[in-house]
Every structure is written in structure tokens, then in C-alpha cells.
């Protein structure tokens, strides 16, 4: 059995066999958890998405190492856990500052396991700007949110049907056309993970009318493991949670979106996050993807272009370390001419850390004209670091220009002799050149004051 998604947008088909045992449990226990939405309207829209996922969860199997989209990511040690459903809870304001960013002090939507936190929230944008929780949605809103919540392609995927299936709240940020929005918007997704296990499963809905533009910040962390006291971490150890996030965004014609992610979970959570993004014609996004943290996490970007003359840009950042497994799936379907795209994705790998990186650039016949380039270039810091990579290219256009490649290396020995000639010690030379291998990167960000935070978090 297996779940079958094509890059081009019309064509999503599931091929499904039945599963009775761990996702089984995991899909009963989550829709065990109720809507926060108290609109009628809404509640009825939700409950038949949340429907139609179930089922083709219901009709789905737990993927393993069997899978060629899971080759080199085993799930087993998620299989092993007992997870309950995310508890209500909400951290005070000040426990959170350290993750606040100033440029976004009147753009902030927060969300604790999932859930809408008005209280640790502040936006003060333009009224005809959209930043809120499904259920905070203007009623002119509310008959157009079933155009795109829940329908772009990869929806199917079996973790993002899993999320759909159990949708009860959704971060909604939608910008009318012409509008440009100065301010970068941040949402911040926390999880108050325990002693006991928890699963939580936060959506995010993005629409870009036509001539818009925005900034976005998703930001996923942990708050007892970076802002308790110490004490209580003594007490109950680095929390084990599940994040299985989805995020869609949808951008209309000419409309521009700078989209920075950030997973920064407890070093043993698992992450599971999908980004699945449809572009129109002369629209532009970039995306700075930066993974930190969990134990073990995926993130799986989509990218279906669906006009001529779209612009795509994908920028990654893998920094891991002990036994964590950080694995990135990109695809990206150009299926119309004149379309550009440029990715590059770096990992840095210490101790018997384990990166995959899997991209995948479709250029079909119509898509003439096409300019493409990916490189994935990793950094091992550790004889028993590992990387996994392939690059892919499947073109079936006659007038194209693509390239693709990776790169594996390591530190080289002579320019930290020579750095340490220079007066630095053996760590500071070795940070100099991690840091520099990073930010090129790092750079893309356009937050100043959250480039800065993951500079120092790069240092080793």
C-alpha cells in the first residue's frame, strides 16, 4: 500500500491498504480532542475535512524503512511511545520573552499544544489584514476559507491527513490584495510537554491575495526544556512529545511571501512538519528552513507552481548533534514555462548525529524555459556523523536550464591550524568556520534580531 501524490496540482490519488495498530491508535486518540471553533458555519466545514481525512488515515499504513520515501528514517522509536492528547495550559508572558521578537511586538499569534493563546498574543495591523485563529475570522471570510484549508496537493500524505483529521484550531493569516505588510508576522507554536507523553498538532493557513507581500515567522519550541527552572527539569527530564504540524500558503498572482521556519524542539521530541505551498502566476517565495532540534524530525515542502513566471527560492539549514536524525524532503513541481527555482540546503552533523536531505525538481514538458538549481552541501563534524543525499532531476522538457549536486566534507585541518596561529583556541577556530559555513544561510533571514539569536545557537 502506498499514498501516491503527483507534482502536478490536479492529480492526487491514494492507493491504500488498512492499518489497525499504532496509527489506528494515534488517529481514535486524536479525535478524541474537540474544536475550539464555536461558529456554526465553521464547525459544520470542519467536520466534514475532518471526515474526509479520517478516512484516508483509516485506509493508510504506518510508514517504515520499506518505504522508499522513509529509506533512511526509522519511525519505530515513535512507535514505541504511549502519547495523550495535548492538555489546555498556557505559560505566562514573561516565561516566553526570550522567543519574542521585537520587530514583530504588534504581529504575534501564539498557539500552546495546538490551541490559540489570546493572552500571550498581540496584533495591532490593519483591519483589513487577517492575523487570528479560525474562530477569530471575519464573517466574509468564513465561506471562502473552504477554497484552501486542507486543499493543497500532499494533504494526503499520511501525517498531514492525521493532522486533518484532528484539526481543532487553525492559525489564519490572509492578506487582501495589494496590501503589503511591513511587518513580519510571528507565529510562535509551543508545546508544554511533561513527564507524560503528549501529541499535539498545530495548522497553519496562509492566503496572498494578488499584488500582496509578507513576512512570515514559524516558529516551534519547547517550553520546559528552554524556560523552566532548572529544578523542575531535573525532576522530569527533556520532555518526549509529538509535533505533527502542516502549513499551507497559498499565494494568487504577483504576490510575494519571505517564509523563515524554525524547529527547535526538545532534544527528545519527535517533529513531524509539512509545508505545502501553490503559487500562481508572477507570484514570488522564498523559504530560510532552519532545523535545530527533536530527537527525531521530518519536514516535507512542498512547492506546486501553478503559473508562468514563478519565482522559488529554498534556502535550508540542518544543525544537529548526539543522536538526533533530522530529515528534509523537498519537492517541486514546475509545471508551467518561464518558472525559476533556487535551493540550497546545508547540514552540519556532529557526534552520531544522522541528516537526510531528498530533493526532488519535476520540470514536465510544458514547462519550457525553466531555470533550476539545487545543491545540497554538508558539513560532518564527527567520524561517526552521517548524511544521506540525492538530489533529483526528472525533465521531460526540450528547453531548460537545471543543475543539481552534493557536497560531503569536513573541517579543514589547515585553516584551524591557521586560525589558531592567529591567536584563537581550538573552538573558536573551529566555530569561526562552522559559522561561516552557516551563514550563508543565516543571511537570508530577514529578522535582525533573529539572525543574531541563531548565530549563537550554531556555535558548537
Known sequence: MSIQVTPNLNQVSVVSSVDTGFLAELLSLCQTQSSVVQEPELISLLQAIRDRAAAIVQQSKFPTTRDEEWRFTDLSALKSVNFQVAPSSTPNLTALESLLLPEADCS????????????????????NVIVSNLDGLPPTYRSRIENYLAQVPGTQEVFTALNTAAIADVAVVWIPKNIVVEKPIH?????????????????????????????????????????????????????????????????????????????????????????????????????????????????????????????????GLTKIAGNQLADTH?????????????????????????????????????????DAAQLNRNLLLSPKARVDTKPQLEITADNVKCAHGATVSQLDDEEV??????????????NLLVNAFAAEIINQIPIPSLKQTLTKTINL
Not at 258 to 279: C, L, M, V, W, Y
Not at 417 to 430: K, M
Open 108 to 127: 504575534r499569534l501564539v498557539f500552546v499544544n495546538g490551541v490559540y493563546a489570546p493572552d500571550l498574543s498581540a496584533v495591532a495591523l490593519p483591519d
Open 187 to 315: 507565529l510562535l507554536f509551543i508545546s508544554t510537554a511533561s513527564n507524560t507523553p503528549i501529541i499535539s498538532q498545530p495548522r497553519c493557513l496562509v492566503v496572498a491575495e494578488s499584488n500582496s507581500s509578507v513576512t512570515l515567522i514559524e516558529d516551534y519550541f519547547n517550553q520546559m526544556t528552554n524556560l523552566e527552572a532548572e529544578e523542575s527539569e531535573a525532576e522530569v527530564g527533556e520532555p518526549v512529545y509529538f509535533t505533527n504540524a502542516v502549513t499551507e500558503i497559498w499565494l494568487a498572482e504577483n504576490a510575494q511571501v519571505n517564509h523563515t521556519r524554525i524547529e527547535r524542539d526538545s532534544p527528545e521530541a519527535f517533529h513531524i512538519g509539512k509545508s505545502a505551498i501553490a503559487q500562481a502566476r508572477d507570484s514570488r517565495y522564498t523559504c530560510n528552513a532552519i532545523t535545530l532540534g527533536a530527537k527525531l524530525s521530518r519536514h516535507n515542502l512542498e512547492i506546486f507552481q501553478t503559473g508562468e513566471q514563478t519565482q522559488t527560492i529554498l534556502n
Open 330 to 370: 523537498s519537492t517541486l513541481a514546475l509545471n508551467h514555462p518561464y518558472g525559476t527555482s533556487h535551493q540550497q540546503h546545508k547540514c552540519i552533523v556532529g557526534d552520531r548525529a544522522h541528516a537526510v536531505f531528498n530533493g526532488k525538481i519535476f520540470v514536465p514538458k510544458p514547462a519550457q524555459q525553466t
Open 417 to 430: 591550524f591557521y586560525l589558531q596561529s592567529r591567536g584563537l583556541n581550538a573552538t573558536d577556530a573551529r
